[in-house]
């Protein structure tokens, strides 16, 4: 860490700096600028990250030279992340894993049927909202255990996964009986109390990145699952907010190489919530596969018309067989499988 | 509810819509212009707002006339709503009330200080965190029940009330047991099972807006606690996230105007974490006073440099004196009270 | 135009409204449903789109139906743009047309040792700054006209074309007589003088996305072009404005298929400007080549560590030819070429 | 200047590095962390930052020490900058300047009757656009050199001092001849042709912050003005471009503070602009007020039903006397005067 000091530090101040990064067992070592004194400080940079050495006197800022991020990093793990789940399915690997079904499970032959149809068209997983998130409290709020039930059942007359969003805490144990995979939904990406159980559960957890969520954020989240022992972790890019109305969310795409570079954990895109219209899906989740993502999720529907919630962003059967044959060719393109 | 069709329509695309239209017990009344024809949608608008009606055949865009809040908004209730509080506090009237204290709850003796210090400088409020939301898995995470019962001892000896956060559903009946007022933060806002349960508790909640949040999300949000029963609810501004980095986050003051027109409930502002420095809480504190908040949020310590959490936003209490100093100045040039 | 109404609006207010419409040379058609009374304006919408009828008693707000662009949009010429250059170079068609070359042009040997590499790699267009937009005032702010003569001489020599930024009104006559396209940067997508010129210029242009720029703005700017008869335009994404910050902008692939849809212009995409760093340059590169652009912006440079300018973002010669490699394998993955 | 090394850094690279730093005329300074080898730059932090360190083998980062504005900084000048103009008018000063008229002149009547009531309620500059930037080609752009005739003449029967835009390099002469103070818009902030071309006239500037600008953008773009010999420059906050659309842009108040804290300039809100709104225009301006802006600029119109643009922004007659007053009590509140 490097503390930068004001014009007008005084000696005495400067001392009292040092002495507290001493206290911490730390060397502070003093290098006088032209314009500007630094102290560079030596030791486990950890132990100053508590610390709120910006409001000492004196202080200017202070710079860090570490990433918080200690397992989600590269530097932890050089090596891709990668796990296996049943059916043999590989998360992480040189194949390009597919989640795709309805927005919300809304009956069980619905759910069937799709199941039959994404899995046919090349989905390892079957994906639905049985407790949904809604903006409203008086949209639909979905089946609950009754929806899990069906996913489980459909997905294992199919040979398909299942991953499906938990909410609140004292859901975890519930969906984990249930489902392959938890999922913890953009606007619980900091709900902290829910990363710790999803953690604790030990179950493989699909993490996507908040509306106003940085790289950096979405890997700090990722950390509280990691540092309670669960690696199984996929990172889930589905759009950012932006001033730009035209797409539903700002699909951001430059978090795919980011998240490469930075972790080691797999990463997964979301084109039907990251644009939420339908037209845009296919082409931007062929661009994901372009930028190197190990995995898709796409909402996919029947009937549009008749679906509880975001049907607009839905995909018609036809639509996604389209959509796996294009993926697939870019997937080849780029040495990649789907 | 406006249906705008596509140039491109046909005569059974649109019969197909209006039929839909008349199935939910409404009225369609096509108008056909001179480069679109459109449907008006006579009746309960939210019979609609379930229908996708954007993916109907032929359809391109869908207005909305209503907002999609109900309890929240002017129209259901023309005056701004006060409500009172132990030790005749009245929240949302001509008097601002001023909630302050430390980020987090360390430790008694301090805790204790702070109450008095903040009580005689004009304060109605203790603030601290038992619960911390820390970006780290590796911070303070607070001091759980004991904090919550600090507070609580510390604001009976010096006549303040209490407000602190609630993080999670399995937490409110505890919280609710210690505080007069629940927060839900701005990482929470939409965590939408911990919305339904503070609606559940009746006990007054201050919501503080998320960082991608838009004004009409908040509403939505508290319109989870309305539509409960529960309507004491105070709105809090806490800053939005922006690509500004010379501060935090941006505080949006321009909310307050928007929220005043929009809604009836009391709206706070909280500059401690909307500006995040701790030379931008006075003048930020002031402007809020002037643009017609109901209330402030700010974090005093006694000594920065040894708080575990957000020093660098917090005021001395020298400085928390001199900011109710001017914000009464302030307040009293716009016809309020402080 | 949808004129939507206040609940609170008068007899007398609706009259005067309707007057005002009538006035225009329009029909209004007046809808009265349970919450709200509309008003439907019947007619040439432009009339309306300069009377501020917001302002009118009794207006709850005014929704749009037709977009504002009219000769960029697909309404009015629904098949792709595709114009022709010297060399026989098509731009808008099944070929993706790659322009490359240094960020400044810094002198004539390097320029023309570049040109030939990025030739020779498959590039139809040698790119490079003459007169640069630098946001301090203190760095280098380009060659001038004696980098435009280099542009000039390296591109007839190698049998490329030359791209080239024009900053400022007075310039246009002098970049035009060197330059095959004159480039609007980001920065000036709204200096409206400078696009009125480069419309009267008739030289095919190619305008960058503004960073705080929807695409709805990119597509009024385009309509500056194009309503001054210059049809040969071509948009460029290069990275919107966020709060992430790592990447230096957000490159926003999403623009891509929401220009194809909208509008009948082509789109190239500049991942070095929108990534800001060398390493994500060819993944969003691949990237933007699935998302269906029809043109790639990159700058090269032999020796990064003594660029004058955007050293960071620069690839090196062989990174360029192993993205053209990529690209291709991408490009013939969706049915195009490169 | 600190250069922090990739852990993998090879002694050859790091002696490559301290080379580089040595030609330029610095000294390096190496210090071995724990975890990381920093390079301390001592001398003068400005050679280096032509220099793209980041590009070279070896490094991982570089942090600034030093802002890049110098002139503009209040290192260069403690003291803020205060200037005296026509009718003893100072700007900087303890009195708040106002600057009031129509968004566009539109003919010599009304904007003659306006500068008689702007005068009246407290205005010192008359504002009023004769070259306008508009979005759309097909909107008034605005009567040119007639409209700055007009400004003239009104502001000088009336005592008031003009204001008004330079939108192109090849209009600041004409404008100078008529107008007190160059404006130069959002749009153009970074259009550093004319940043040029205004600094060297040495009239007074007002520059407003671009839409996607940082205050840092913004102190840089004044840093163009102030290299080039001119120091009569206000900044001008009029909201910067997020996703809330319940606002026109989003007035940043927060940069009020922030600028005073980082520069000497003086600094104004445009409420107008910044929300968009009429009814949010007097509490934003009253908050700015609050926050310790040194001027106010304000869009009135008698008939803003009639107004060729931005009526929706702009205030009554009576509406802006209103706000005077308003602002009146809260600038007596913070110890200056209006």
């Given at each position: 860490m490097i503390i930068v000091l004001k014009k007008t530090v005084t000696p005495q101040e400067l001392d009292h700096i040092c002495q507290k990064?001493?206290?911490?067992?730390?060397?502070?070592?003093?290098?006088?600028?032209v314009e500007r004194t630094v102290i560079g400080v030596i030791g486990d940079e950890e132990k100053l990250q508590v610390q709120p050495l910006e409001?000492?006197?004196?202080?200017?800022?202070?710079?860090?030279?570490?990433?918080?991020?200690?397992?989600?990093?590269?530097?932890?793990?050089?090596?891709?992340?990668?796990?296996?789940?049943?059916?043999?399915?590989?998360?992480g690997g040189k194949k390009i894993v597919v989640m795709a079904g309805?927005?919300?499970v809304e009956n069980y032959d619905m759910l069937f049927d799709l199941a039959k149809i994404?899995?046919?068209?090349?989905?390892?997983?079957?994906?639905?909202g049985a407790f949904k998130p809604r903006t409203s409290p008086y949209s639909f709020q979905g089946l609950g255990e009754e929806g899990l039930k069906y996913?489980?059942?459909?997905?294992?007359?199919?040979?398909l996964l299942v991953c499906t969003e938990v909410m609140d805490t004292r859901q975890v144990e519930l969906v984990a009986k249930y489902a392959d995979?938890?999922?913890?939904?953009?606007?619980?990406?900091?709900?902290?109390?829910?990363?710790?159980?999803?953690?604790?559960?030990?179950?493989?957890?699909l993490l996507k990145r908040g509306l106003s969520a940085t790289v950096k954020d979405l890997l700090m989240s990722a950390e509280y699952l990691l540092s309670r022992g669960n690696f199984k972790v996929v990172l889930g890019e589905r759009g950012i907010r932006t001033f730009e109305t035209s797409t539903r969310n700002t699909l951001d795409l430059n978090a795919i190489p980011v998240i490469k570079k930075e972790t080691h954990l797999p990463v997964l895109v979301d084109p039907s919530h990251g644009t939420g219209y339908r037209d845009f899906v296919t082409p931007m989740a062929m661009a994901g596969v372009a930028a190197g993502c190990d995995g898709l999720m796409i909402e996919v529907h029947q009937c549009p018309e008749e679906a509880k919630s975001d049907g607009e962003q839905s995909l018609l059967p036809g639509q996604f067989e389209e959509?796996?044959?294009?993926?697939?060719?870019?997937?080849?393109?780029v040495g990649r499988d789907i």
């Open positions: 990064v001493r206290e911490l067992g730390l060397t502070p070592q003093v290098s006088r600028g409001v000492f006197p004196g202080v200017e800022q202070v710079l860090a030279i570490l990433k918080p991020y200690k397992l989600a990093s590269r530097d932890y793990r050089a090596e891709n992340t990668e796990f296996e789940m049943a059916h043999g399915v590989k998360v309805p927005c919300s994404v899995k046919k068209a090349g989905a390892t997983f079957l994906r639905g996913l489980r059942q459909a997905a294992d007359e199919t040979g995979m938890l999922q913890i939904g953009a606007r619980n990406m900091q709900n902290f109390d829910l990363l710790k159980e999803c953690g604790a559960s030990k179950k493989p957890v959509l796996m044959k294009k993926a697939r060719a870019v997937a080849h393109a």
